[in-house]
């Protein structure tokens, strides 16, 4: 609604002088020509005509500025009627789907989906997959989580990709596209990485498919666009490779931090007491290997603390979130990695050491906010 208000209150304001103001502004010229005829000194009969002209100006003043009072609410009231049908549009579109999202809830690529999902206000079933036996999804060949299938009419579309899921899911948002269209514009391509293993990467995955129109009433312009796409893939890029390092970066850490995963996934009783242990002590050392890889400092806090204080200076202090007065998908991207340490110590050290909390704590009350 406040944006709505903010794009048609300056045509209010122009409506408003040109109906209202401009008869005011003139009165005064008015006003000084009668003083002026009078410069010889005004007997009984001229002091009479004087206050003629005042009357009509008054009256004219209040009319206009009642016109223009009038055209700017009508207008403001038109500007709520078109956010109304746009977001009846957008529900429209969102009762179509019926959409299941397989998941480790502690997954930072997950993490992002939900937040995506939750900020529009897009229901969605939760199916935890086993991280060990992954039963769950061996209907797919695609073995990585997030997945989400996407049930829409007759039509059962898999999206697999956390970038690529939002993408698509805003896309379809946005645009009304099919959905089953949407998805081949985010092709699927094998790769080597960087360690020589085949990788499944997807091109325009950072991309929204949008006529231009639709684009600039997203966006407003390129830059903005370009922006959110640019943060986008440095929270997949840099952010995620973070959060290991930093969750596990002691013995202690690492076992609170598989004592919140066990109790948050799917693991059987035997396997979770393995996994507590096994895994946390196996998640130590190959953080050890990650912060080589990815050349951190010695202390991984401080490269944490770098990229947190980074993101808040590119939001600045002119806006509430890098998507101005609503957060973007950079914001939700950036905001549902961190996510994922919540009640852990590198968690608690990130909000005391860096100057992020204010719009983490932003994002988390707009998500909350958003009509179900």
């Known amino acids: ?115 995506f999902l939750d900020f529009h206000a897009l229901p969605y079933q939760v199916v935890e997959v086993n991280p060990v036996r992954r039963a769950e999804i061996k209907f797919s060949s695609y073995r990585k989580v997030p997945i989400l299938l996407a049930q829409e009419g007759d039509s059962l579309q898999q999206l697999n990709d956390s970038s690529v899921i939002i993408s698509a899911l805003k896309t379809y948002l946005v645009s009304g596209q099919p959905l089953e269209d949407i998805i081949t514009y985010y092709p699927p391509m094998k790769a080597v990485n960087d360690q020589g293993k085949e990788v499944t990467e997807f091109c325009n995955k ?100 770098e990229a947190a204080n980074k993101w808040v200076a590119a939001v600045g202090k002119d806006r509430p979130f890098m998507g101005g007065q609503r957060p973007n998908l950079a914001d939700l991207a950036v905001y549902g990695v961190l996510r994922v340490m919540e009640g852990l110590e590198a968690f608690d050290d990130l909000m005391r050491h860096t100057h992020i909390q204010p719009w983490y704590l932003r994002v988390e009350k707009a998500i909350a906010e958003a009509p179900q």
Not at 34 to 53: D, E, Q, S, V
Not at 221 to 233: D, P, S, V
Not at 252 to 281: H, W
Not at 291 to 302: G, N
């Open 1 to 115: 609604m406040a944006h709505a208000v903010r794009a048609l209150w300056p045509g209010g304001l122009a409506l408003t002088w040109r109906l209202g103001g401009r008869p005011a502004l003139g009165l005064p010229a008015q006003s000084r020509a009668g003083l002026t005829g009078a410069a010889g000194g005004p007997g009984p009969a001229a002091t009479t005509r004087k206050g003629g002209p005042r009357l009509l100006g008054a009256a004219a003043l209040a009319l206009g500025g009642a016109l223009g009072l009038y055209h700017t609410a009508r207008w403001h009231l038109r500007a709520q009627n078109l956010r109304a049908d746009r977001s009846a549009a957008q529900l429209s579109l969102s009762s179509r789907l019926q959409l299941t999202l397989y998941q480790y809830k502690t997954c930072p690529f997950c993490s992002k989906v939900r937040a």
């Open 206 to 305: 950072y991309w929204l498919m949008l006529d231009e129109k639709e684009a600039q009433r997203m966006y407003g312009g390129k830059e903005a666009r370009t922006e959110e796409m640019k943060w986008r893939q440095w929270a997949d890029d840099w952010l995620v490779h973070l959060i290991s390092p930093n969750v596990y970066r002691t013995p202690t850490e690492a076992l609170a931090s598989f004592d919140y995963i066990i109790k948050e996934g799917n693991f059987g009783t035997v396997e979770g007491a393995m996994a507590k242990y096994m895994g946390a002590a196996a998640m130590y050392f190959i953080s050890k290997r990650l912060k080589s890889r990815h050349h951190l400092q010695d202390d991984v806090r401080e490269d944490l603390y």
